[in-house]
């Protein structure tokens, strides 16, 4: 009856593949932010994540405030990042366009490329762990995979190790931390509709958003629920609000990109 899945290019794409069905409901209008839903109300944002980036505190001691500053020639041979096939990529990619534009997006992941300290590879916390490895100075990744490790045990981050990473949540003078969200919709072909929509209506209640977001070391979507203690570690910034829908249009031109500057 309901999709439930992590980024706004999929929801995007499930949209635009017919999945999904939009949705009349008071309580999700009322509850969502606008700017964490669909403008046909075809998915909504039950949680959201930022991606930032994360240093070895001891070999950087000027870390990239920004994102544009990851392509700066001064970090050639420290930045890690995964392959540009994972949506994580093509949507940060997609924000850099959508907020500085195709000439600029272009020349940012041509230096990112030049900068990379290895091949893209492997998931978010695989990142985390060159920083810990030392295979990498500079990484990027969402916030959740750091809060995890916090939170519990995570393979190849212990505690100790976790100490020497720091981390920059980029642009907060400027578009501010590119964010994300876990959402859903209802099924085009749901058989159970209503009861697919009280169960969204149900994830919107202060309750449900307190323990989803714990969860998933996220911060919640409904203002004014208390984020977990893992993910308060990160402390406060400030979130780029830039329109998701109109970021996630930019994924083939991001594509493009990735492919013309050898983004692996
Ligand atoms: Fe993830």
Same mark, same amino acid.
């Given at each position: 009856d309901i999709l439930l899945t992590v980024d706004t290019s999929r929801l995007e794409r499930a949209k635009d593949a017919g999945v999904l069905q939009s949705v009349d409901s008071d309580v &999700?209008? +009322?509850r969502?932010?606008?700017s964490l839903q669909d403008a046909d109300n075809q998915w909504f944002?039950? %949680?959201?994540? +930022?991606?930032i980036i994360f240093y070895d505190k001891a070999d950087v001691p000027n870390p990239p405030a920004t994102y544009v500053d *990851?392509?700066?020639p001064a970090y050639k041979g420290q930045v890690c990042?995964? %392959? %540009? %096939?994972?949506?994580?990529?093509?949507? *940060? &990619?997609s924000s850099i366009i959508e907020n500085h534009g195709e000439e600029a997006a272009k020349d940012w992941a041509k230096g990112v490329v030049e900068n990379f300290a290895r091949d893209p590879q492997g998931g978010d916390t695989d990142q985390l762990r060159g920083l810990v490895s030392?295979?990498?100075d500079i990484s990027i990744s969402n916030t959740y995979y750091f809060a995890r490790s916090v939170r519990k045990d995570v393979d190849g981050l212990p505690a100790e190790a976790r100490a020497n990473i720091g981390w920059v949540f980029p642009a907060q003078n400027g578009e501010g931390a590119h964010m994300n969200l876990s959402g859903g919709g209802v099924a085009a072909n749901a058989p159970n509709k209503e009861n697919a929509i009280k169960f969204m209506e149900y994830l919107a209640s202060d309750q449900a958003q307190q323990y989803f977001s714990a969860g998933n070391d996220e911060y919640p979507a409904v203002p004014g629920v208390a984020i977990s203690p893992s993910v308060a570690t990160l402390g406060l910034f400030r979130p780029d609000d830039v329109d998701l829908t109109k970021v996630a249009k930019n994924v083939p031109m991001a594509q493009k990109i990735f492919n013309e500057v050898g983004w692996k």
């Open positions: &999700l209008e +009322a969502i932010p606008a944002g039950f %949680s959201q994540r +930022a991606r *990851l392509a700066d990042h995964r %392959s %540009s %096939s994972n949506v994580y990529s093509q949507t *940060l &990619l030392g295979e990498c």
